[in-house]
C-alpha cells in the first residue's frame, strides 16, 4: 500500500482513527461492509467489513468490476447486473438480495442497497452503497420453510383428522383426511363451517366438553359420533389441546381425531361374546372355577358357587378357600391333592362317581385340571372344569349291554351278516357264518363271494352289487336266492338282501344278510315236479274217465225215454252197471298214480 505522508494536525487524526476503529467494529458486529463504484474509472472500492464477507485481504483493493460480479454466485450474477442496469436507465432505487461466493467457496447472503450519483448531465459518475451479510437470517428462514413444509407434508400424509377450531367452534383448518372422514369433497365445503353441525345430536356435549377444556388451557379426550355431510355415521376419538399466540394467549383448540368406528363395533362385539359366554357358563350344570396358589376361588360359574355354597353353607364369593373340610377329611385330602398336583403344573383328568349331596342322586364327572401361567411361565394359578357324564355313563352301559344282546343274537341267529366291497370281498362275518355254510370267520373273509356263488348264478350276483350301489345310504334290494358252496361241497340255497352302507363310516361296505333255504327250495322243487306228474296223469286217463262215463250217460238217457222193452231195458241195465264198474276201476287206478307220486309225508296229511 501507498505510505501516508505525516498528519500535521495529528489531534483531527486521532479522531479520525478513533471513528474509524467504531466503524470497523459497528461494520463486523452487524456485518456490514460499504462499497463504491467508480463509473469513470470502472473501479469498485470495499471496506474492510466487505471483503471480511467474501473472506479475501484488503491488499487486493481497489478491485475491478468484473472481479466484482465474479463474487456474485453464478446464478444471481445476470439478475446482478440487470438490476444495475435498470438503476441507471430506469432510475429505480439500488436495492438487492444475492449470493456472494467468498475466496474459499463459502455461498453468502447479503442485501444491498446504494445511492446513484450523476452528473449534471445526468450521466452516472459513482454509486455509493452498503449491504449486509444476511446469511444467518436466510439460513434460518430456509430452515423454517424446510421445517414448515415437512410439517405441512406430514399433516396432508397424517391418516387421522388434523384440525384446527376457533373459540366460537369455527373450522378454521382440516388436513386432507380429517376431509375424507366429514365426506368434504373439497376444503371449501368445511372450512368456514361450525363443527358443531356434524356432531351427533345426543353427543353433542362429549365434543364441547373437551373444546371448552382446551380453551381453558386443558387438554382432554372424548368419544363421539358425526354424520358425515354424505350422511355417514362414524364413531370418533378426539384429543383437543390449545392453540397459543407469542403472548401465551390461547387463541384456537388444535384437535387430533381418530375413526374407531371399527373399533367400536369389534368392542360391542366382544361385549356381545362376553354376554354370550357368560350367559352360556352359568347356564350350564357344568362346573368351571379357577384358583390362586393359595387354593383361593379366583372365578366360577354360578353351578360351582351353588356347589361350594352348600358345601360351606354359606354364600360362597371369590377369595374363599375351595378346600372344604365339612364335607369329611377324605374328600379334603382328595381334592387337595389334585389343586397341589396341578399347581406343580401337571395337566391331568380324574373321574369321581359319589351319591350328590344336594340331589342325593348317583353322578359321573369327568375332572379336569390345567396350570395357569403368566408371561414368565411361572404358575399363578389353576383353571377346574368338571363335566357330568352321568347320563354319558347311563348310556354307555346301556349301549354295552345292548351289543351283548345283539352280539348273541348274530352268533346264535340263523341268518348270516356280511360286509362286502363292491367287488364282493368279505370284510367282516358273523359267528353264524360257520353254522351255515360250515366256514370258520377266518376262511369265510378270505374267499370272495364269486367263489363260493354258483356259476351260473355269477352273472345275477354280479348285477346286484352293481344295482345296490346306485341306492341311497340304507337302501336295500328286495331279497334274491343263490346257490352257494358248502365247505362240504355240497351246494345249498340262500336267500340274500343287500344293503347300501359303503358311507356310513362306521360300516363302510354293502352289508349282506343271507339264511339257509335249502329245504324249502328242496320242498318247492319237490312240489313242482309232483305237480307235473298230476297233471301228466290228469291229462293221460281223461279219455279212459270220459269213455265209461260217455256210456253211462247215454244209457241213462235211453232208459228214461221209456221206449224200451222190458229185455232191452234189461239188457241196458248190465250194460250200465259194466260201465260203472269199469268207470271205477279207472278211478282207483288214478288214485294209485297219484299215491305214487305225493312222498308219504303229504299221504299222512291227506
Given at each position: 500500500m501507498t505510505s501516508i505522508p505525516k498528519d500535521p494536525f495529528p489531534e483531527k487524526s486521532r479522531k479520525e482513527d478513533h471513528y474509524l476503529r467504531i466503524f470497523r467494529q459497528m461494520e463486523t458486529l452487524g456485518?456490514?461492509?460499504?462499497?463504491?463504484?467508480?463509473?469513470?474509472?470502472?473501479?469498485?472500492?470495499?471496506?474492510?467489513?466487505?471483503?471480511?464477507?467474501?473472506?479475501?485481504?484488503?491488499?487486493d483493493m481497489p478491485v475491478s468490476l468484473e472481479l466484482g460480479y465474479n463474487s456474485v454466485h453464478p446464478d444471481d450474477r445476470e439478475k446482478a447486473k440487470q438490476h444495475m442496469e435498470d438503476v441507471i436507465k430506469k432510475g429505480i432505487p439500488?436495492?438487492?438480495?444475492?449470493?456472494l461466493v467468498t475466496k474459499n467457496g463459502t455461498v453468502r447472503y447479503i442485501h444491498s442497497q446504494a445511492e446513484l450519483v450523476r452528473d449534471d448531465s445526468g450521466n452516472p459518475i459513482q454509486i455509493v452503497g452498503i449491504f449486509q451479510d444476511i446469511t444467518d437470517r436466510i439460513e434460518s428462514y430456509i430452515q423454517l420453510k424446510q421445517q414448515e413444509l415437512r410439517l405441512s407434508s406430514i399433516l396432508q400424509s397424517e391418516p387421522e383428522c388434523v384440525k384446527v377450531v376457533s373459540p366460537d367452534g369455527i373450522l378454521i383448518e382440516?388436513?386432507?383426511?380429517?376431509?375424507n372422514m366429514i365426506e368434504a369433497d373439497s376444503p371449501e365445503d368445511a372450512i368456514g363451517k361450525n363443527v358443531d353441525a356434524l356432531i351427533e345430536p345426543s353427543d353433542l356435549r362429549y365434543y364441547q366438553s373437551i373444546h371448552e377444556n382446551a380453551l381453558k388451557g386443558i387438554k382432554s379426550s372424548a368419544r363421539f359420533r358425526i354424520i358425515g355431510m354424505k350422511g355417514t355415521h362414524r364413531w370418533m376419538e378426539s384429543t383437543a389441546v390449545p392453540l397459543t399466540n407469542q403472548k401465551g394467549e390461547i387463541i384456537s383448540v388444535l384437535s387430533l381425531t381418530r375413526d374407531i368406528s371399527e373399533k367400536v363395533i369389534n368392542e360391542e362385539k366382544l361385549i356381545r361374546i362376553k354376554r354370550n359366554q357368560e350367559a352360556l357358563i352359568n347356564g350350564t350344570s357344568d362346573l368351571i372355577w379357577s384358583i390362586d396358589t393359595n387354593f383361593c376361588l379366583v372365578a366360577a360359574n354360578q353351578s360351582f358357587l351353588n356347589v361350594l355354597s352348600f358345601l360351606l353353607q354359606y354364600p360362597a364369593k371369590e377369595g374363599d378357600s375351595v378346600l372344604v373340610k365339612t364335607a369329611?377329611?377324605?374328600?379334603?385330602?382328595?381334592?387337595?391333592?389334585?389343586?397341589?398336583?396341578?399347581?406343580?403344573?401337571?395337566s391331568f383328568t380324574s373321574y369321581?362317581?359319589?351319591?350328590?349331596?344336594?340331589?342325593?342322586?348317583?353322578?359321573?364327572?369327568?375332572?379336569?385340571?390345567?396350570p395357569i401361567r403368566n408371561v414368565d411361565e411361572k404358575i399363578t394359578g389353576l383353571a377346574c372344569f368338571s363335566k357330568d357324564i352321568s347320563s354319558l355313563m347311563r348310556?354307555?352301559?346301556e349301549l354295552i349291554l345292548n351289543e351283548k344282546r345283539f352280539r348273541v343274537l348274530v352268533e346264535n341267529g340263523a341268518d348270516v351278516i356280511m360286509i362286502l366291497s363292491p367287488r364282493g370281498q368279505g370284510k367282516y362275518v358273523s359267528p353264524s357264518i360257520t353254522k351255515v355254510m360250515g366256514y370258520t370267520e377266518k376262511e369265510a373273509l378270505s374267499l370272495n363271494l364269486f367263489d363260493v356263488v354258483h356259476p351260473d348264478d355269477?352273472?345275477?350276483?354280479?348285477?346286484?352289487?352293481?344295482?345296490?350301489?346306485?341306492?341311497?345310504?340304507?337302501?336295500?334290494?328286495?331279497?334274491?336266492?343263490?346257490?352257494?358252496?358248502?365247505?362240504?361241497?355240497?351246494w345249498r340255497y340262500v336267500e340274500s338282501t343287500l344293503t347300501n352302507m359303503l358311507s356310513d363310516e362306521s360300516i363302510g361296505g354293502i352289508v349282506d344278510n343271507f339264511h339257509d333255504v335249502t329245504e324249502k327250495e328242496t320242498q318247492l322243487e319237490a312240489i313242482k315236479t309232483q305237480n307235473q306228474k298230476l297233471k301228466?296223469?290228469?291229462?293221460?286217463?281223461?279219455?279212459?274217465?270220459?269213455?265209461?262215463?260217455?256210456?253211462?250217460?247215454?244209457?241213462?238217457?235211453?232208459?228214461?225215454?221209456?221206449?224200451?222193452?222190458?229185455?232191452?231195458?234189461?239188457?241196458?241195465?248190465?250194460?250200465?252197471?259194466?260201465?260203472?264198474?269199469?268207470?271205477?276201476?279207472?278211478?282207483?287206478?288214478?288214485?294209485?298214480?297219484?299215491?305214487?307220486?305225493?312222498?308219504?309225508?303229504?299221504?299222512?296229511?291227506?
Open positions: 456485518k456490514l461492509g460499504h462499497w463504491e463504484y467508480d463509473f469513470i474509472n470502472q473501479t469498485i472500492h470495499w471496506s474492510e467489513g466487505v471483503f471480511l464477507i467474501l473472506e479475501m485481504d484488503p491488499v439500488y436495492n438487492f438480495e444475492c449470493r382440516m388436513n386432507p383426511a380429517g376431509l369329611g377329611e377324605e374328600f379334603y385330602y382328595k381334592w387337595k391333592e389334585y389343586y397341589e398336583r396341578g399347581l406343580s403344573g401337571e369321581e362317581n359319589f351319591i350328590s349331596p344336594i340331589t342325593h342322586e348317583e353322578e359321573h364327572r369327568e375332572v379336569s385340571f390345567n348310556k354307555s352301559k355269477s352273472p345275477k350276483l354280479k348285477k346286484r352289487l352293481f344295482d345296490v350301489l346306485a341306492l341311497p345310504l340304507g337302501g336295500s334290494l328286495p331279497s334274491e336266492t343263490f346257490r352257494a358252496k358248502h365247505k362240504d361241497g355240497s301228466s296223469i290228469a291229462w293221460t286217463q281223461s279219455h279212459v274217465v270220459r269213455s265209461p262215463l260217455a256210456r253211462i250217460m247215454g244209457l241213462t238217457q235211453l232208459i228214461r225215454t221209456g221206449s224200451l222193452t222190458k229185455e232191452e231195458e234189461d239188457k241196458s241195465l248190465g250194460y250200465l252197471l259194466n260201465s260203472a264198474n269199469e268207470l271205477d276201476e279207472v278211478i282207483w287206478d288214478i288214485v294209485r298214480k297219484s299215491q305214487e307220486v305225493i312222498p308219504p309225508e303229504f299221504n299222512s296229511k291227506t
